[in-house]
Structure formats: C-alpha cells, structure tokens
C-alpha cells in the first residue's frame, strides 16, 4: 500500500525556521516527482514545490522562492521541506504529494500542521 | 501565478448532473493537457478524481468525468449522490514549469 507521512510540523515564532519531512512507503521513491502543497486554515490549495526523482529539476511557487527548500533522499525514503524565515501567512497544514505524472498527484499524506505566531 | 478561477459553490439534487468549471490563461489550461481535480473532505487530504484533462485513476467512480475548451476546463460529475458533497479543486501545469490551483468549489447535495 502506497503511504505517504509527514512529520515536523507545530508551532514557531515569526522569522524562524522548521524542516518537514516526508517518509514514503509502498513503492520506490526514486521513480517519482514529489511535491509539497499547503493549505491555509479554511483556504484553498496552493502548490508549494516540486523536485524530480533525481532532484536535477526543483521548481518553487514564485512567492516562495529563497525561503523554502524541497530535497530529497531516494535511499532513505523521504522528501524534505526546510522553511525558513517564516511568516504568520505561512500557517497551513502542509501535504506531500506523489506525481503520477502530469502534476496529477495520486497520493498524499495526512498533512502536517505548521503554526508561526508569537 | 494567479490561481484558476472556480466558482465559489454549486448544488444539485440527488440524481441530476452538475458541472463545474475552472479558468485559467494560455499559459496554463489552455496550452497543456496537464490538467487534474481533487475531491476532498473536510479534515481530510485531497484525492485525485481526474488527471490529464479526461482520465479517471483506478477506483474512482465513472460518474467523474472531465473535459477542457480553451482555457476552461471543466468536471461534470452524474447521477449526484450525498457522498459527493465536497469541495473540489482543479490544477493545471504552466509554462513557467509551475503548479497553479483553483480556488476551490464547495458542492452541495441539496
């Protein structure tokens, strides 16, 4: 069974920093892009990055970009997300993703929460 | 990036068809194929009903179906059921090799 899991999420003050990650189990990571997509409390989706399976190809949503940091470690099953620098408009519940191919993304995790307020 | 356009909600009966539409620009909906709806539930991830415009994943009711025209895409879902009730949104790939989403459709079943 194809399982997704993110950890590392909770509460953190405005301008500090928080790494995610993501533990994937049921088929073989390095045959796929990964991504991460959050969703605000009571807002939409917003795709937040994508990194391929060989991590030679990272893409960042504009509004994101030089604070967050998708990577990846295909041996250790997982996808990371460092965030830093972080802002009150960063609070969402943040998803990895699998992309089965033309961004259509499969599978997700449970999501993990992530809080900045002082 | 602006994020597609949806309509905020839309409700039908038990049994009827609805549709719903998601616009973007000819650089995202209306020059790729990379087009993609998600269900979900409140609490819950969202899941993947439609991909590339028109396929349905393994497991996904025939009910689902998709389309595009231009720079709209659209889902129809048939024969209505209370388990449908949902919020919905659409993607589409773009030419600056980003992901955009739509703002989302909460369907009511009336």
């Known amino acids: 069974e194809v399982q997704l899991v993110e950890s590392g999420g909770g509460l953190v003050k405005p301008g500090g920093s928080l790494r995610l990650s993501c533990a994937a189990s049921?088929?073989?990571?390095?045959?796929?892009?990964m991504n991460w997509v959050r969703q605000a409390p009571g807002k939409g989706l917003e795709w937040v990055a994508s990194?391929?399976?060989?991590?030679?190809?990272?893409y960042y949503a504009d509004s994101l970009k030089g604070r967050f940091t998708i990577s990846r470690d295909n041996p250790k099953n997982s996808v990371y997300l460092q965030m830093n620098s972080l802002r009150a408009e960063d609070t969402a519940i943040y998803y990895c993703?699998?992309?089965?191919?033309?961004?259509?993304?499969?599978?997700w995790g449970p999501g993990s929460l992530v809080s900045v307020s002082t | 990036q602006s994020a597609l356009t949806q309509p905020a909600s839309v409700s039908g009966s038990p049994g009827q068809s609805i549709t719903i539409s998601c616009t973007g620009t000819?650089?995202?909906?209306?020059?790729?194929?990379?087009v993609s709806w998600y269900q979900q539930y409140p609490g819950k991830a969202p899941k993947l009903v439609i991909y590339?415009?028109?396929n349905r994943p393994s497991g996904v009711s025939d009910r689902f179906s998709g389309s595009k025209s231009g720079n709209t895409a659209s889902l129809t879902i048939s024969g209505l059921q209370a388990e449908d009730e949902a919020s919905y949104y659409c993607s589409s790939y773009t030419t600056f090799s980003t992901l955009v989403f739509g703002g989302g459709t909460e369907l009511t079943v009336l």
């Open positions: 000819s650089s995202d909906v209306g020059r790729y194929n990379y």
């Open positions: 590339d415009v028109k």
């Open positions: 993703a699998r992309d089965a191919g033309g961004f259509g993304f499969d599978s």
């Open positions: 049921g088929f073989t990571l390095r045959d796929y892009m």
């Open positions: 990194v391929d399976s060989s991590s030679s190809s990272i």
